[in-house]
């Protein structure tokens, strides 16, 4: 049986499908159109699931939507009528698509299904979408279940638990109380993208001081014992406006919104500083609460704000559950793949197996390409390339390159579902380098400084670099550990005289380029079984170099999703200081390329700036 599940219309839409309860295909919407977070239907992820799965869409038995339309409608309507009249403009805006697509979803489904699927279409709870996405492919039998985002129709959080083929959600809290909405206010203010610039603010936390966090427990969030909130909506404007907040706001934090790409300030590293603690008080509590009511020993997570890892960090330390497991597709993306599993196994009845590892297969479900297709791309670029038959050489070789410094594009397998590059779509370098992080930031990716690299770390020595709990794993990079004391390196002063982006310029660890200011890493354990040949990689560099671990980030540069097809990776290696580009056993030398493209280096400079 072959079940399709759909995201679409809000934030990265994307498909995935599924055989008999097994994980075929699932990838997200902007890897193919290069429209970083497209939310309009997911054509071309649709066309990918139908191809992986070798069927047409005649064959499809069930095809899933991860939210129901109407429910969101309805919200929409009701926030408009309370608002009334100071939401008449927003709700003009928002109508048309509305009228034209949302409101008419089996139309457009079949229309992207090129009218050969004769099936009903089923419409799921946005966040009966995330719980599934977050137990279904999970290593646990039973599960404690915590969803968390911004808004779905009406529920912005919920509690549940899943235990075999079945899901419960048992408690839930609604618009406009959003621990999501809240995090993405401070975004918006501190003057970063709505919807991508979250990231940023949790990387920018550590330069900053918590100052403000009783300011916004006492003013603009309460939050009880039990981790429920309700949000102060005289200082937010979401619900009628096209912004975040309103001049209430602005009053409580001593002036206007920062202005995109002006200088960061101590205010916006203390906002972030304070913001970042609240969310993680309210998780935790949330956690507790959920452990109390559960009485489990597993919890697994999804929703936007599971991709929290800081915060996921401190649930794994300091949390009451013994286990723990997080969507890596944790957003909208993973409400396609939570629809088709609910639908298969809750709604269908089929019994489940969990696998010990996960069922996600090291979330390496998008599309691969053989060396054939890779150099018959290359060929049509009049690129120069390299062919080694032999792993071991060519392994060898990659070793030795980034010893030298070299920062490489690692191009290989499946590509990854999810907004993490895990090894397959990734640019990797030498976790050593002083200079690593900044050469990265600037010359590669095109964006701040002060953004922190994410280590991969060779599963089998994660205990000598960073305070992970035995037997505990970060395959998914979705967790925050400490740089272990023995491998920190004293300061030249001390870390209290030091404030905002002047903790960047210190050498504060042995692996410098992935370890933030506060010896935190997000780090990625690689295991044989995952990623099998960047664990080769991986293990020469640790043989030849007595190194285990090396920088990983996602082979894109700012303002563009991470790269699908061999023909967006040469674009991105041509318009890039990158050095050197692996794609499967096909190398790229940038020096012997015929031409570098400065036009689109100054067009990614510029962008940099502007964006």
């Not at 095109?446 to 794993?473: K, M």
């Not at 690689?526 to 170099?545: A, G």
């Amino acid at each position: 049986m072959h079940i399709l599940g759909i995201s679409a219309f809000y934030h990265d839409s994307a498909a995935a499908l599924v055989e008999d309860g097994r994980i075929v295909a699932a990838a997200q919407e902007e890897r193919f159109t290069r429209i970083k977070h497209d939310s309009g239907f997911p054509i071309h992820a649709v066309d990918y699931c139908l191809a992986a799965a070798g069927i047409t869409a005649d064959r499809l038995d069930h095809v899933v939507f991860y939210e129901k339309p109407l429910s969101k409608f309805d919200r929409l309507l009701e926030t408009y009528l309370a608002y009334a009249p100071r939401g008449f403009g927003q709700f003009l805006l928002a109508l048309p698509t509305w009228l034209r697509q949302k409101l008419h979803l089996p139309r457009e489904m079949s229309r992207a299904l090129g009218g050969r699927y004769r099936g009903r279409y089923v419409f799921l709870e946005h966040h009966e979408s995330h719980a599934a996405a977050a137990f279904f492919p999970s290593p646990f039998d039973e599960a404690a279940i915590l969803t968390m985002d911004g808004v779905g129709e009406w529920t912005t959080a919920s509690l549940g638990v899943g235990r075999g083929h079945r899901i419960e959600l048992l408690k839930t809290i609604r618009f406009p109380h959003s621990l999501g909405l809240l995090y993405t206010a401070f975004t918006w203010f501190t003057g970063f993208k709505v919807n991508s610039g979250e990231y940023k603010l949790m990387g920018l936390a550590p330069y900053g001081r918590p100052i403000y966090r009783d300011l916004i427990l006492d003013r603009l969030i309460h939050v009880a014992e039990d981790g429920s909130f309700r949000l102060n909506m005289d200082y937010f404007t979401y619900g009628h406006r096209n912004v975040m907040v309103g001049r209430r706001f602005e009053k409580l934090f001593g002036g206007p919104p920062r202005r995109p790409e002006s200088p960061l300030t101590q205010r916006e590293m203390d906002m972030a500083a304070s913001i970042q603690a609240v969310v993680e008080q309210v998780v935790l509590r949330t956690v507790r609460h959920l452990h109390e009511m559960t009485q489990m020993k597993n919890l697994v997570l999804a929703g936007g704000v599971a991709l929290n890892c800081v915060a996921n960090g401190r649930i794994l330390r300091e949390g009451p559950f013994e286990r723990l497991w997080i969507q890596p597709a944790a957003g909208d993306a993973g409400g396609a793949l939570g629809a088709a599993l609910f639908t298969w196994h809750h709604l269908l009845g089929n019994e489940r197996t969990a696998d010990p590892r996960d069922s996600q297969q090291g979330s390496l479900l998008g599309p691969a390409f053989t060396p054939e297709q890779i150099t018959a791309c290359l060929d049509e670029a009049g690129a120069v390339y390299h062919i080694h038959e032999d792993e071991a050489v060519l392994l060898d070789h990659i070793a030795d390159l980034i010893n030298d410094g070299k920062v490489i594009g690692w191009f290989q397998g499946r590509m990854e579902f999810g907004p993490r590059a895990l090894g397959s779509r990734s640019i990797i370098g030498d976790a050593r380098s002083d200079q690593m992080q900044v050469t990265m930031n600037l010359k590669i990716k095109f964006r701040e400084s002060f953004r922190p690299f994410a280590p991969c770390v060779l599963r089998e020595h994660t205990a000598e670099y960073f305070d992970l709990r035995p037997g505990d794993q970060s395959p998914y990079m979705l967790l925050v550990a400490d740089v272990r004391p023995e491998k920190r390196l004293p300061l030249d002063v001390p870390l209290e005289s030091l404030q905002g982006f002047d903790k960047l310029r210190t050498r504060r660890s042995v692996i410098p380029a992935v370890t933030h200011v506060d010896y935190s890493a997000r780090i990625q354990t690689v295991d044989p079984d995952r990623h099998p040949k960047l664990h080769r990689l991986m293990s020469r560099f640790h043989e030849k170099y007595g190194c285990s671990v090396i920088v990983n980030t996602s082979f894109n540069i700012r303002g563009e999703p991470i790269v699908c097809r061999p023909e967006h990776a040469y674009r991105c290696f041509m318009a890039t200081q990158m050095d050197v580009l692996v794609m499967e056993n096909v190398v790229l030398y940038k020096a012997e390329q015929r031409g570098v493209d400065e036009q689109a280096v100054s067009r990614y400079k510029q962008q940099f700036e502007l964006d």
